[in-house]
């Protein structure tokens, strides 16, 4: 089993919509969860994290965190095509500086 | 403003040379990483480092070293080049503690012919 797994894509939302992103994690001791924004032949681009059970907004972004589950997602609201791009979610080693990462799921917004 | 650098951005070199890639960070994080990165394998761990002279094996370190003589740099350096290590690779630092949020830069791709 891998330690960070994504719901495969690609996925394909037309502009407007909401894309929802899903991330389950094996390690029941991480605190802590991101999750980064990758546009082809680009770096990974940090944009949002959450420590806490339950929601956390930043603009048109929502991370939602379940521990119990060892589930994290991504909301991106209002989906526009600058939003296209591969979404890495990234999970603690429990007590470790090291992060998991999962293989990402792409995200197409279409006009 | 700090930010974290990588050269060269492209390389190409020949199996068997010895290559370095660079890695600078500004932001006097004391946790650096490198990172691979192939269609189909994601982000794979090569090598890290939480402080000057302390360095760690990832899950992909055969044929690669690090050293850490300063805060700044984690120089990457792969001792005999094979085609198998054509790939991108990522730095990247974090302060640690309760946030561990990692910043990337910018990458460099590197074929081995």
């Known amino acids: 089993q891998k330690e960070v797994e994504q719901n495969s894509g690609p996925l394909s939302v037309p502009e407007g919509a909401i894309a929802s992103l899903n991330c389950t994690y094996s390690?029941?001791?991480?605190?802590?969860f991101f999750w980064y924004r990758q546009y082809s032949g680009k770096s990974p681009e940090l944009i949002m994290s959450?420590?806490?059970?339950g929601d956390k907004e930043d603009g048109r972004f929502t991370a939602q965190l379940n521990k119990a589950s060892q589930y994290v997602s991504l909301l991106i609201r209002d989906s526009q095509p600058s939003d296209s791009a591969t979404y890495l979610c990234?999970?603690?080693?429990?007590?470790?500086?090291?992060?998991?990462f999962g293989a990402g799921t792409t995200v197409t917004v279409r006009a | 403003d700090a930010e974290i650098t990588q050269s060269p951005r492209h390389k190409i070199t020949e199996t068997g040379r010895q290559v370095t890639l660079a890695c600078h960070q500004t932001?006097?994080?004391?946790?650096m990483f490198w990172y691979r990165q192939d269609l189909g394998h994601g982000l794979r761990l090569i090598h890290y480092?939480?402080?000057?002279?302390?360095?760690n094996k990832g899950e992909v370190s055969d044929g690669y070293s690090v050293s850490r003589s300063n805060t700044e740099d984690l120089p990457l350096t792969l001792e005999s080049a094979a085609s198998s290590q054509t790939s991108v690779y990522f730095c990247?630092?974090?302060?640690?503690?309760?946030?561990?949020?990692?910043?990337f830069g910018p990458g460099t791709r590197l074929t081995v012919l």
């Open positions: 959450i420590y806490s059970n």
């Open positions: 480092s939480y402080g000057v002279q302390d360095t």
């Open positions: 990234a999970v603690n080693v429990a007590n470790d500086y090291k992060l998991s």
């Open positions: 932001w006097n994080h004391n946790n």
């Open positions: 990247a630092s974090s302060q640690g503690g309760m946030g561990n949020e990692q910043f």
């Open positions: 390690d029941r001791g991480s605190q802590s």
